[in-house]
């Protein structure tokens, strides 16, 4: 069975320091993982997928096979970054999505 | 860019009613799906429907939940008899292929009295 832990519930940060957002995994083959954003009353938006390697909005995760993590990072946090973010895994050749419970984070002015 | 359009945004029922929960996938996408996340828990996996038939399902969706694309645009979930527990937000999911990713919906608000 696959499984998605985000450790924090809450995260609060001051403006312009990085932030980190937790997220481990439990999936004995290859995952695809998945981090989502939800802004105030609006719908769950993509920000990354590992295999796009991408940068979006400043933030980056790294798949770490080894320790089982998919970490969300941003150097610099923004007012704007406050949101509910959700990790989610994929795993090979399912259909569903296996989301964390979630981290509120708040950045602080 | 385009999106998954649900409605209504709120829907209350008294238990034991049928409710239809409806969703406008985008056009071109095949793999439909429903999420529902009761407050505080997590998003949790409903079921999943690719051409014309339900593809995966969890041991949440039992007898009392129905999926349906009656036309080319729509896809609904149905609840036959709504209990205080179904209270839930409901998120429909489209895209457009396998490997493609997810585009979700706004959600449904269930409230179950």
């Known amino acids: 069975a696959q499984r998605v832990t985000q450790p924090e519930k809450l995260l609060s940060v001051f403006k312009g320091a990085p932030v980190e957002l937790k997220c481990n995994y439990s999936?004995?083959?290859?995952?695809?993982l998945f981090w989502y954003v939800q802004y105030s009353r609006q719908r769950l938006q993509l920000l990354l997928r590992?295999?796009s390697r991408e940068s979006i909005k400043g933030f980056t995760a790294d798949l770490n096979k080894g320790e089982t993590s998919f970490h969300l990072k941003k150097p610099f946090a923004q007012e704007e970054d406050s949101a509910m973010y959700y990790c989610?895994?994929?795993?090979?050749?399912?259909?569903?999505?296996?989301f964390g419970q979630g981290t509120r984070l708040t950045i602080n002015p | 860019e385009p999106e998954v359009t649900q409605t209504p945004s709120h829907q209350v029922t008294q238990m034991g009613q049928e409710v239809i929960l409806r969703c406008v996938p985008i056009?071109?996408?095949?793999?439909f799906y429903w999420y529902r996340q009761i407050l505080g828990q997590k998003v949790e996996f409903l079921v999943s429907?690719?051409?014309?038939?339900?593809?995966?399902k969890s041991e949440i969706f039992d007898d009392q939940f129905s999926v349906e694309r009656p036309d080319g645009s729509n896809f609904t979930l149905k609840i036959r008899s709504t209990k205080l527990e179904d209270s839930a937000m409901y998120f429909c999911?489209?895209?457009?292929?396998?490997?493609?990713?997810?585009?979700f919906g706004s959600g449904t608000r269930l409230t179950v009295v």
């Open positions: 999911a489209s895209r457009l292929g396998p490997t493609n990713g997810y585009t």
């Open positions: 999936y004995s083959g290859s995952p695809e």
């Open positions: 590992h295999i």
């Open positions: 989610a895994l994929s795993a090979q050749g399912a259909q569903k999505l296996v």
């Open positions: 056009s071109n996408h095949l793999y």
């Open positions: 429907f690719y051409n014309n038939e339900i593809s995966e």
